[in-house]
Each structure stands twice: as structure tokens, then as C-alpha cells.
């Protein structure tokens, strides 16, 4: 508001130096292309890696990673991260007795393909967000096709197919959204399978501390065990090597809540992923896969994956379909 002019001896006040934009988010594309930075006025940031739309990092406005990343984690495009949050499409794990997609590797191929940055949006500056720090949130879409995956994949799953994964970075929390079409089209076009998953590794400082609820009284395959039973109704802790398919009793708009030493530090709310994937190594397990370093890191993450990794998500020609989570701190 510009100040009202003086009258007399009165020195005028200077109350607006200039109308200027409200600031935004920076967007940056890095590391020769292969990297998108986001960071928001009020410091959060998160930063992809165009290999597998993988997020590398998340951080809060104080700086405080928010994912956990292996050391040993390859980030040069020969192998899935370790860390952070890699995206599993078409198929979760392996399932030779699901002909279609018998012949692709370990959790598919999106987390092995370079995807294409599609560009960002911000949120509508409004007059209190401008006040407390500009725009709040940035959103940062991915995509990826047939004609973006390798010979090898394109032949392993034959499929006319599009993904568009989003990230939203906002001031309390970070959202990772994917669309799935089959782009075939007509008497031609041909239907697919598929299963996704959100696969996001959360940095804890000490597992033995850590708590989860909303999994309570619900029914899950035991990946360890080798079996599928109910959950207690009490919250789980996490005390040996763990690899659990969860599909909560509360469906996906009941929050599934990480705690460290009592105080919330997570709240994961899901749209039309009704699978929770709970896994962490432990030590043996650790021990075993080369790029999980140090050795001691399962003490400080778990893995909670929000999916759809229970049976199969049918598209027909030009169907589409659209899952997401929202994580706050
Ligand atoms: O080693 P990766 O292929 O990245 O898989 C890591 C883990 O992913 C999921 O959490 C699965 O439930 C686990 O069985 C698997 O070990």
C-alpha cells in the first residue's frame, strides 16, 4: 500500500520499496540434464533424477533430508536407485505365473528408464501466501511411453502405453501422483495388465524407536514367512528383517502414521493404492545387497510403499487410470 504523502516538515516514510513479484519457486535442471531441483521460498526441496522420475531427496525448510539414500546407491544410470523413492511399474517384484509380464525384470522397468521432465506448475499466489513466502507449492510432471523404453523392454512388454507421474512439493508435505493409459486405440488396440508402486524409502533416525499405525487388524502376505495372515490390532514395530504387503482394514484415505519415539514424523494418506508395502532388510539382509551402504543404514529407514500390487489393474484401449499418495510431516 503506498503510504499517504505528508504534509509540512514531516520527513516522508518509505513504507514500499517496490511492488516486485511475490517470490517463487526456483526450478532448476542439473547434473548435464539428468537431475530437476525444486525449491520453494520457504526452503523445501526436493530434487528427481530423469532415471526412473526417481526422487532423490526431500528436504524441509531447515534442511533435513527427509528420504534415505544409500551411499552406495548407483546414480549414474546403470542400475535402480537404492533410496529415496523409485517407481515400480508394471509389475511389482516378479510373477512368472503372469504371462504378460513373465519377462521383465525385478519391480519393471520404469525405475530403469530415463523419463522426460514435462515441465512444472505452481500454485496460485494468493495475498496470504505472498505474505508468508510466495507461491507454496511446485509441481513437476514426468513422463514416460513405449517409445522411451529399450528394445529389450519394449519386447519384454509389447504394450502401447503412457505414464505421467507427478511430484508436489508444497510447504508440509510432498505428493507423487501417476496416470497410466493405454494409448492403443480402436478394434487394434490391446489391453493390459499392470501394478505400481510408490516405493519410498523414509530416513528415520533410529528403527528401534519407530512405530506404525494404520495397519492395525488388517489382512497381509508375510514375505519372510511365507505365509498370509491378520495384523494384531496394536501398532507395529519393526524388530527383524520385514517384507510385508499390507492391505489396510481403513482403505487408503485412513492415514498410515510413522512415529519415532512417540511423536508423528510421517502421515501417509493413499488415493487408489490400497496396498502398503512395509519392508526393511535388517542386518542380514543389509549384508546382502551390494548397494546398501553403509551396513548399518537399516537402522536408519523404512520402507512404506503405497501401491496397487494385490491382483491387477486392467486398461483397456484409451482407459486410464490414476493413483497417488500425499506424505506429511
Ligand atoms: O532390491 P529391490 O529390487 O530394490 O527390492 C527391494 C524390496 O522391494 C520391496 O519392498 C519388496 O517387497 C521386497 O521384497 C524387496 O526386497
Known sequence: MASKASSK??????????????????VNITHGNS???????TGESVEIMLYGATILSWKDTAGNEKLWLSEGAKLDGSKAVRGGVPLVFPVFGTDAS??????????????????EFLGKSTSESSAVSSMDGGDNSVKLDFGLSHSNLSAEARA?????????????LSRDGLATSIVVRNESEGESGKGFEFQTLMH???????IADVSVEGLES??????VAVKTTTSPAEKL????????????????SKPVVVSEA????????RDNLNEVVVWNPWKDGAEEIGDFTPKTGFKNMICVEAGAVKGWQKLEAGETWEGGQIINC
Open 9 to 26: 516538515k514531516t520527513p516522508p516514510t518509505l513504507t514500499v520499496s517496490s511492488p516486485g513479484l511475490p517470490p517463487q519457486p526456483q
Open 35 to 41: 537431475r530437476i531441483s525444486a525449491v520453494l521460498p
Open 98 to 115: 503372469h504371462t504378460e509380464t513373465s519377462k521383465l525384470p525385478q519391480h519393471g522397468f520404469a525405475r530403469t528408464t530415463r523419463w
Open 156 to 168: 519384454a512388454w509389447p504394450y502401447d502405453f503412457g505414464l505421467i507421474y507427478s511430484v508436489t
Open 200 to 206: 519410498t524409502y523414509l530416513r528415520v533416525n533410529d
Open 218 to 223: 488388517s489382512p497381509y502376505i508375510d514375505k
Open 237 to 252: 514395530s519393526i524388530t527383524s528383517k520385514t517384507d510385508r504387503v499390507y492391505t489396510p482394514a481403513g482403505g487408503p
Open 262 to 269: 512417540g511423536k508423528k514424523k510421517f502421515s501417509i494418506v
